[in-house]
């Protein structure tokens, strides 16, 4: 797919039915601008372009001014007497991005948005925005103080727009005792200066994709528990006709979904968890992008280097390719439009490498702008939603294309209706966003936008060796985190 030009591509998303492009598989970090980052990531209907920015408050300023944009336990509803006490607001707005399950977004307006009406007397508007638009939305409403009163945020745009939105801690902490508490990944992306800055409600991760048939054909009942053993199993198949395809190039979701993984799984990190502190230059980098080479060569097609997330998906239900790493969406698709396609496809977690097995977060949350003119409304409201009552039936609508941060959620009835989803709810114990374990800072946003990990495996499986690749990437780290 031709990318389009630079400025062009850091706002826009190029329109299409092509059910191959996902339409929402991996949601984009915040988006920065060319003129800040230096770089912009191609667009696609199904991961939205990223390249996260964010740090002090000046930093985040300037960023805003420059970019273009029944289930266990249940929460009191809020006093509708109380409500009435304060003159509550005829209507509250929640902005929410185009869902790729179309029926999660019709039982919002037509089931929980008339539920709270009928409740409370207040009506809640679902503005529905086009699929890449949020990030520009969300920006446009922080910088201006002014728009819908909450909204569905990404990544780490609970850091980024901290200071325009409310704290909603007390909301997290009934919401986490009434509900089974909350997965220790959740707070990874909302909690800014120990405060909760929004409410997650799902995640979108990403899987292991494969041919059942082709692999069993080759000797594998199950898909490979470590690394060493998929790249055991890539061989044979490539040899029968069967190879590899993962993203190499400057998507957002498919490559950073199983590189940064990888990383981590041999103990490799880019910068220790002071957020300082740069250890990219390391002997498990090292062992990490060694390997990476080896399953490039000797598994993969050629052009992965050059794929997006669209590519991937688009190899693998044309028959391509055996195994890539994506969402739900490849499973969904072959269910759609290839029957008998999808009876042979299986999804499983990552592999795990000799520190363990990793997944990449993609939190989907809920915030309130500070400039909400009744704060305290649009926190009952939010956290009426957040009711297993109302929640509940939400997440079964979308069956497990969200995944709950709740573990009163873990054997939800929309588990059982498509068991080969189960690993979706497994991986977000293993599950961060990509830089961990630093905290989110604007220098890690930058290595992000810039594609710094992503290149470094990149190069090596185009022909530099690990020692350039590596000391490329350090000096990327050094400058960004000198000059953040």
């Given at each position: 797919?031709t ?5 062009e ?24 601008a060319?003129?800040?980052l230096?770089h ?79 409740e ?10 086009s699929?890449?638009s ?12 002014s728009g ?16 325009k ?9 009934e919401v ?7 997965y ?12 909760w800055?929004?409410i997650?409600?799902?995640n ?12 069993k054909?080759?000797?594998y ?44 799984s ?16 390391s002997?498990?980098?090292a062992?990490a992008?060694?390997y ?10 050629e ?12 190899a693998?239900?044309?028959e ?14 072959a ?11 299986d999804q499983?977690?990552n ?14 949350a809920?915030?309130i ?18 009711v ?13 294309y ?16 498509e ?15 990509p ?6 800072s604007?220098?890690q946003?930058e290595?992000?936008?810039?594609y ?6 990149a ?10 690749v ?15």
């Amino acid at each position: 797919m031709t990318s389009p030009p630079m400025k062009e591509r850091l706002c826009t998303q190029p329109p299409t039915t092509d059910f191959t492009d996902e339409h929402r598989h991996v949601s984009g970090c915040a988006l920065a601008a060319p003129e800040v980052l230096g770089h912009a990531s191609p667009n696609k209907n199904a991961d939205r372009e990223a390249a996260m920015a964010g740090g002090s408050r000046e930093s985040r300023r300037e960023f805003l001014k420059l970019t273009a944009l029944g289930a266990a336990g249940a929460l009191a509803a809020p006093a509708i007497g109380s409500t009435a006490a304060r003159a509550a607001p005829k209507s509250l707005t929640m902005m929410h991005e185009s869902s790729f399950v179309p029926p999660f977004d019709a039982f919002f307006k037509n089931k929980l948005a008339a539920a709270y009406e009928k409740e409370t007397g207040i009506k809640v508007n679902y503005e529905v925005v086009s699929v890449g638009s949020l990030q520009a939305r969300v920006t446009t409403t922080a910088e201006n103080n002014s728009g819908p009163d909450l909204a569905t945020l990404s990544f780490n745009w609970a850091f980024l727009f901290d200071e325009k939105l409310v704290d909603v801690s007390d909301i997290a902490a009934e919401v986490g005792k009434e509900s089974g508490g909350w997965y220790d990944t959740a707070q990874e992306a909302v909690v800014v200066n120990g405060k909760w800055k929004a409410i997650p409600y799902a995640n979108i991760g990403q899987l292991m994709n494969w041919r059942t048939d082709w692999f069993k054909q080759a000797g594998y009942e199950k898909f490979p528990d470590t690394w060493d053993e998929l790249l055991e199993a890539g061989i044979k198949l490539k040899k029968m006709g069967h190879p590899f395809g993962f993203e190499l190039g400057h998507g957002f979701g498919d490559n950073h979904g199983w590189l940064y993984p990888l990383l981590w799984s041999y103990g490799a990190r880019e910068v220790e968890a002071d957020g300082k502190t740069i250890v990219i230059d390391s002997d498990e980098t090292a062992r990490a992008v060694d390997y990476c080479r080896r399953l490039y060569k000797e598994t993969m097609l050629e052009d992965c280097l050059g794929w997006t997330d669209v590519n991937n998906n688009k190899a693998f239900l044309s028959e391509q390719i055996s195994c890539t790493n994506n969402a739900e969406s490849i499973l969904w698709a072959a269910k759609k439009d290839f029957p008998d396609m999808a009876k042979v496809i299986d999804q499983s977690e990552n592999p795990k490498g000799p520190k363990g097995r990793f997944h990449m977060l993609n939190p989907q949350a809920h915030a309130i702008f500070s400039h909400t003119p009744d704060k305290q409304a649009a926190k009952d409201f939010l956290r009426w939603l957040m009711v297993p009552k109302q929640l509940g039936p939400w997440y079964d609508i979308a069956v497990t294309y969200y995944q709950p941060f709740l573990h009163a959620y873990d054997d939800a009835p929309m588990w059982k209706v498509e068991p080969r989803n189960l690993p979706y709810r497994d991986a977000l114990k293993t599950a961060h966003l990509p830089g961990w374990p630093q905290p989110l800072s604007r220098a890690q946003s930058e290595t992000i936008a810039k594609y710094v990990v992503i290149d470094m495996f990149a190069k090596a499986c185009a022909g530099k060796s690990t020692k350039e690749v590596i000391a490329d990437a350090k000096a990327q780290l050094t400058q960004i985190y000198k000059t953040a």
